[in-house]
T-cell receptor, first 111, second 116 residues
Framework: SQKIEQNSEALNIQEGKTATLTCNYTNYSPAYLQWYRQDPGRGPVFLLLIRENEKEKRKERLKVTFDTTLKQSLFHITASQPADSATYLCAPTGGGNKLTFGTGTQLKVEL | DAGVIQSPRHEVTEMGQEVTLRCKPISGHDYLFWYRQTMMRGLELLIYFNNNVPIDDSGMPEDRFSAKMPNASFSTLKIQPSEPRDSAVYFC??????????????FGAGSRLTVL
């Protein structure tokens, strides 16, 4: 069956460092992969979408990579700030309209 | 646009009672999704609609759950009878479908349900 794995343990890093979050998937051939941010008490908010033919996508301090051979996406936040603290969810999609999410990784950026 | 609007934001009810959650999608969006989020299982897709028609309800856990979309601006998720294990945050999301399938979802703020 299809499976999406994100680190269930919280990631704690110091302000100014680069945070790297991992999304692994199995039994999927996604044409796209999306990343969302979720703050406590709120719904997820879209951040970035990367297509299978794109190796890397950037938006301000965010960078996403997509390796279809490894079946993995990495999500990087450079020069992290306490305001980046949130849960980050990945959603590989096969090109249909149905989005299935990983369980998310909680990021805590400390001063 | 005010975004996806869900009500109620919080609901506390007793086991056996009927619960109705409501959603108003973004105007012009033709897809609407209902998700449930718990610590144990994360964000699970329950059902989604296209142009008010249910397309995939394979995530609906039991017959106690039902969802309707009587028009393009309103959807309900009903649980009858409710059970303590239904306690979760229920999210509604909408999107304008693209033929390419690269659909970005806009979520509501969620309805937190507690069944005692």
């Amino acid at each position: 069956s299809q499976k999406i794995e994100q680190n269930s343990e919280a990631l704690n890093i110091q302000e100014g460092k680069t945070a790297t979050l991992t999304c692994n998937y199995t039994n999927y051939s996604p044409a796209y992969l999306q990343w969302y941010r979720q703050d406590p008490g709120r719904g997820p908010v879209f951040l970035l979408l990367i297509r299978e033919n794109e190796k890397e996508k950037r938006k301000e301090r965010l960078k996403v990579t997509f390796d279809t051979t490894l079946k993995q996406s990495l999500f990087h936040i450079t020069a992290s700030q306490p305001a980046d603290s949130a849960t980050y969810l990945c959603a590989p999609t096969g090109g249909g309209n149905k989005l299935t999410f990983g369980t998310g990784t909680q990021l805590k950026v400390e001063l | 646009d005010a975004g996806v609007i869900q009500s109620p934001r919080h609901e506390v009810t007793e086991m056996g009672q009927e619960v109705t959650l409501r959603c108003k999608p973004i105007s012009g969006h033709d897809y609407l999704f209902w998700y449930r989020q718990t610590m144990m299982r994360g964000l699970e897709l329950l059902i989604y609609f296209n142009n008010n028609v249910p397309i995939d309800d394979s995530g609906m856990p039991e017959d106690r759950f039902s969802a309707k979309m009587p028009n393009a601006s309103f959807s309900t998720l009903k649980i009858q009878p409710s059970e303590p294990r239904d306690s979760a945050v229920y999210f509604c999301a909408s999107t304008l479908g693209h033929h390419s399938g690269a659909n970005v979802l806009t979520f509501g703020a969620g309805s937190r349900l507690t069944v005692l």
